[in-house]
DNA sequence: AGATTAACTTTACGGTGTCAAATTTGATCG
DNA sequence: CGATCAAATTTGACACCGTAAAGTTAATCT
């Protein structure tokens, strides 16, 4: 009763073997994911996240939906930084989105990954489509077109800064530090800079 | 004496190791993808492979190095497809691109991977940029304004269809399958049209 | 208080990568 | 040709992994 849920010995193990498992990722990247670990962090059998998750695809399913939170975090606190026109909105997203890859590198895997339940799919709060991509969804917003299909907008921005995101953690462009004035990220912010503009030639 | 190199017992080990490998991550996916199996597959024991790779880590750069051949065939199979303007050249390496990804989506993860050697390691035959990357350096030559940094486009037209082939693997996009004249992979080509455009405003 | 049930532990099993020590095999040399 | 030698492969062992079944503890309910 010292909580909403009642808890028999452990406390709130659910939540912390999640907090574990996102710990180990951070600290040994994807291969340092085992239950075993995630339950031993947290000071319990290794057997006992069985009652919480449906195995170890759910506990990652899991840490996933929390990685999707965070995620959310890193994007709204870009646009929400100081006054932005729609341009620098977009601009600021694809700047979390890349900051948010750099610094979870390994949430950011386990979160697109095999098990990770995509940006799509329903979540706890039942809501059809994942807050991040409501956010991204709004800041593209602006820039579809009249009469025209969000989603194509929204396609082509996902694409160019998931798949240079993924590329520059992967250490494809030669650095994988922070400094984010690099001229691949500029090359990537140039084409940003084009979209949503004459649509037809 | 038979081939150039001498082979005592099996034959051809390595290269069957790494075809196991392959085939299994078809099968499988990239959980099937184990060293047992692939030892099982090419009938030695679980132990042989281990005197031909380093581990599991070299047999997975092994199969993606043998991935990024595949894959470069892929995209000069799109580009050498009749005669194309640059233009349709850079479209065309796009769809080479996300075919490879359709078709071999295990093999993409395990070449983009941790232990993937991204598309910049050094490989057997020793070249500076691995041959995928020179395919695609080539295409977008005629798109780099004089005087500019090639990477840039590089960096623009990989970055998009990078990411656009790992959402629509992941199903993201909502359909996995191979209908590519579907909306969003028609919203990243309307993109790359725009690439090498009006540098300036 | 007694029964019930949820939370967790214990134990066990098959599969995994990796290592060290045999063992086999093909080639080489005297 | 026969002994030798080194490479290729096997065998066996180990620690770790995910999972499942059965046992134990503790809180709740009647």
Same mark, same amino acid.
């Given at each position: 009763?010292?909580?909403?849920?009642? $808890?028999h010995? %452990?406390?709130?193990?659910k939540?912390?073997?999640?907090?574990?498992? *996102?710990?180990l990722?951070?600290?040994g990247?994807?291969?340092?994911?085992?239950?075993?670990?995630?339950? +031993?962090r947290a @000071?319990?059998s290794h057997?006992?996240?069985? %009652? %919480?998750f +449906?195995?170890?695809?759910?506990? &990652?399913s +899991?840490?996933?939906?929390?990685?999707?939170?965070?995620f959310?975090? !890193?994007m709204?606190?870009?646009i929400?930084?100081?006054?932005?026109?729609?341009r620098?909105?977009l601009?600021? &997203?694809? $700047?979390? !989105?890349?900051?948010? @890859?750099?610094?979870?590198?390994?949430?950011?895997? #386990?979160?697109? @990954?095999?098990h990770?339940? @995509?940006? %799509?799919?329903?979540?706890k709060?039942? $809501?059809?489509?994942?807050? +991040? !991509?409501?956010?991204?969804?709004? #800041?593209c917003?602006p820039?579809v077109? /009249?009469g025209?299909?969000?989603? *194509? #907008? /929204?396609?082509?921005v996902?694409?160019? *800064?998931h798949?240079?995101?993924?590329? !520059? *953690?992967?250490?494809?462009f030669?650095?994988?530090?922070?400094?984010?004035?690099d001229?691949?990220f500029e090359? #990537?912010?140039?084409?940003?800079? $084009?979209?949503?503009t004459?649509?037809?030639?």
């Amino acid at each position: 009763m010292t909580t909403a849920k009642t $808890r028999h010995h %452990h406390g709130d193990l659910k939540r912390a073997l999640i907090q574990a498992g *996102i710990d180990l990722l951070e600290e040994g990247g994807l291969e340092a994911l085992t239950l075993r670990k995630c339950a +031993a962090r947290a @000071g319990v059998s290794h057997a006992a996240p069985a %009652h %919480h998750f +449906a195995g170890m695809s759910g506990l &990652i399913s +899991a840490i996933a939906e929390e990685g999707f939170d965070i995620f959310s975090k !890193y994007m709204t606190d870009a646009i929400e930084a100081g006054e932005q026109t729609d341009r620098e909105r977009l601009r600021s &997203i694809c $700047r979390g !989105y890349l900051q948010f @890859g750099l610094s979870h590198s390994g949430l950011l895997k #386990v979160m697109f @990954g095999e098990h990770g339940l @995509g940006i %799509h799919a329903p979540r706890k709060d039942n $809501r059809e489509e994942a807050e +991040a !991509y409501l956010i991204l969804r709004g #800041v593209c917003a602006p820039f579809v077109p /009249e009469g025209e299909d969000p989603h *194509i #907008v /929204e396609a082509q921005v996902w694409s160019l *800064i998931h798949g240079f995101t993924l590329l !520059y *953690i992967g250490g494809e462009f030669g650095c994988t530090s922070m400094p984010i004035e690099d001229s691949p990220f500029e090359a #990537v912010m140039a084409l940003i800079d $084009r979209i949503g503009t004459q649509a037809k030639t």
